[in-house]
């Protein structure tokens, strides 16, 4: 969300009007605070406004989210640090319920800051909040670009090479591991919502806008971005920090390959398509499913709702599935045609291992952070 868009929705630049001499811009007030949001609690952004006093001057606007619209600033000659640095600030819709989700999210990330002083866990920095006219503002550092950009720039339906991927993958569960000391479930892993920076050697994880203490467990089938939602979501059974766990398996999983591991249309799909790679769901996880008899009937057999393909109505067909009948080995090792050499097939036998363990159908039984970070793949020992 903090990233510079590409292609057709690359920001504009905005050419400096005043000379290198001129210590502050002029003031720019076009907007009145009657229009300074749309009727949705955006904020309407102004290309050139000054925001916090002339502390910061917006330049490009990097679209908008769920919660907030980001814009790219720089802060402006004068008393307040360094001039013509560069950040990112997100502003909070203006409605109450907005406002209050921008303080959690801020509680959350100071709390991550102090937990890492010397920033080693890779976890986006929040440098100062303000507030602009209704519109509470977060600061963040600045940095490039998100993975899904990445991807589609360098990667497009071919993923990212396996080098890369294992030091995106190392930097990530660095972060989750930070997050799981701290008790915090992130709940919207995916490759939007993890920056680079300009070399492309660094990532770190953002919009923290769905976070909460993994405490605050309430059910809801929708929590995290549909292709990247744990089972344990969909089904409504208690979760914790192993849904980020995941998230950061389908998202692995993306970079390498260039699409998507779960694209399923709906809840229900997303289910077939988990246990067509994994196999099906034990009885005990269903049992304790809140949503457990809208997917699975008496029998056990999972209630596939598909498309008619003569009325193209929806149609329930009751599966059975025992084994996987996908295999994420015959999908990502390449063809024997391309004879790689044997460290690299090593590597990359090793990261469908990692991936594998990431994606358990049980969230007891996933991988956790500390245990990812010794895995042979991440050490480079495959």
């Known amino acids: 969300m903090f990233a510079v868009a590409m292609g057709e929705n690359k920001p504009k630049k905005v050419k400096k009007v005043l000379k290198k001499k001129a210590a502050v811009p002029a003031l720019i007030t076009t907007t009145t605070l009657d ?32 919660f907030a619209n980001v814009v790219r600033a720089r802060t402006l000659q004068g008393d307040f640090g360094e001039a013509g640095k560069e950040v990112a600030i997100k502003i909070i819709r203006c ?7 921008g303080l959690k999210e801020t509680q959350i990330l100071n709390k991550l800051k102090q937990a890492d002083p010397d920033d080693k866990k890779h976890i986006v920095r929040l440098e100062r909040t303000f507030e602009h006219r209704g519109h509470l503002c977060l600061v963040f550092e600045s940095l490039s670009m998100n993975l899904r950009d990445v991807v589609k720039r360098f990667g497009k339906d071919v993923g990212l090479n396996i080098r890369a991927v294992r030091a995106y993958a190392h930097q990530l569960f660095l972060a989750l591991s930070l997050l799981r000391k701290l ?4 709940a919207d892993i995916k490759p939007d919502n993890i920056l680079v920076n300009e070399q492309k050697t660094l990532v770190k994880l953002c919009d923290l806008g769905s976070a909460s203490d993994a405490a605050e467990n309430d059910i809801t089938p929708y929590l995290v971005s549909r292709f990247y939602r744990a089972p344990e979501i969909i089904l409504g059974v208690p979760y914790d920090a192993a849904l980020d766990i995941w998230s950061i398996g389908c998202t692995l999983y993306e970079l ?6 779960f694209p399923g249309r709906s809840n229900n799909q997303m289910l077939l398509l988990m246990m067509e790679l994994k196999g099906r769901f034990n009885s005990k996880m269903i049992k304790k499913a809140k949503f457990g008899d809208v997917y699975f009937d008496e029998m056990g057999g999972f209630q596939s709702v598909e498309k008619d393909r003569v009325t193209g109505a929806d149609v329930v067909r009751s599966v059975h ?5 996908r295999d994420l080995r015959a999908r990502l090792m ?27 159908l049980d969230p007891a039984r996933r991988i956790q952070p500390r245990e990812a970070l010794s895995h042979p793949f991440i050490r480079g020992q495959a």
């Open 183 to 186: 008790n915090i479930i992130h």
């Open 321 to 325: 599935i025992s084994k996987p009948s």
């Open 35 to 66: 229009s300074a949001a749309d009727p949705e609690g955006y904020y309407s952004v102004i290309l050139g406004e000054q925001l916090d006093g002339a502390r910061y001057q917006v330049f490009s606007s990097l679209g908008k989210g769920m």
């Open 334 to 360: 390449p063809p024997v045609s391309a004879k790689l050499k044997d460290d690299e097939t090593k590597m990359i036998t090793s990261f469908i291992d990692l991936l594998d363990k990431c994606l358990t």
């Open 256 to 261: 390498y390959t260039g699409k998507i591991l």
């Open 95 to 101: 409605q109450e319920s907005m406002y209050k989700a």
